[in-house]
């Protein structure tokens, strides 16, 4: 299986400012016949199920606000909320679907500061 | 817009058969792209996908769990369907079945998730 990294485990940030979420698959996840990154990234709030934040590792769901950005390739990809909103508190999670089984990072939890 | 739901026992007993169904509304689980997948997440913890089955009904499993999983559809009920035996306490977790697009795991909908918890 791949295993999905992320770090750091939680962080700290204060409104307004910038969060970084970093993941790193214990493989290659681009796949090289359509130059396709095989990454997702999800939201989780308490008591809620995952929502679909990017896929493709950059391509942004409908709806998801442009303080969001999904970036990296190969192995090691970044989440970046560039101004950090109240109701972004919430556990992050990476996901790759290159092969099956698909695999989840362990989550990063986000709080303000 | 399409909304999942998952129904089924919340207490299963060790040693049986875990069951669980999601059904799907405002749109049909035949047509388009998709793949229909189960997740769960004990408490605290993180997500494991278990297995999806696609709009023919070809299924793909968790080699973890493979030998215990059986997912099916059921078209006319606008279903799918999550069977797991042999169960045990490591299996209490809250379960999620969930949409696959473009015929992968990019999971775009969600059911709220049901509790299943074995114990005896």
């Known amino acids: 299986d791949i295993v999905m990294t992320q770090s750091p485990d939680s962080l700290a940030v204060s409104l307004g400012e910038r969060a970084t979420i970093n993941c790193k698959s214990s493989q290659s996840v681009l796949y090289s016949s359509n130059n396709k990154n095989y990454l997702t990234w999800y939201q989780q709030k308490p008591g809620q199920p995952p929502k679909l934040l990017f896929y493709w590792a950059s391509t942004r769901e409908s709806g998801v606000p442009d303080r969001f950005t999904g970036s990296g390739s190969g192995t090691d990809f970044t989440l970046t909320i560039s101004s950090l909103q109240a109701e972004d508190v919430a556990v992050y999670y990476c996901?790759?679907?290159?092969?099956?089984?698909?695999?989840f990072g362990g989550g990063t939890k986000v709080e303000i500061k | 817009q399409v909304l999942l739901q998952e129904s089924g026992p919340g207490l299963v007993k060790p040693s049986q058969t875990l069951s669980l169904s999601c059904s799907v509304s405002?749109?049909?689980?035949?047509?388009?792209?998709?793949?229909w997948s189960w997740i769960r997440q004990p408490a605290g913890k993180g997500l494991e996908w278990i297995g999806r089955i696609s709009t023919t009904g070809s299924t793909s499993y968790n080699p973890s769990l493979r030998s215990r999983v059986t997912i099916s559809v059921d078209s006319s009920k606008n279903q799918f369907s999550l069977k797991l035996s042999s169960v045990t306490a490591a299996d209490t977790a809250v379960y999620y079945c969930a949409r696959g697009k473009e015929m992968s795991t990019i999971l775009d909908c969600w059911g709220q998730g049901t509790l299943v918890t074995v114990s005896s």
């Open positions: 996901q790759h679907y290159y092969d099956t089984p698909p695999t």
């Open positions: 405002g749109g049909s689980i035949s047509s388009g792209d998709y793949y």
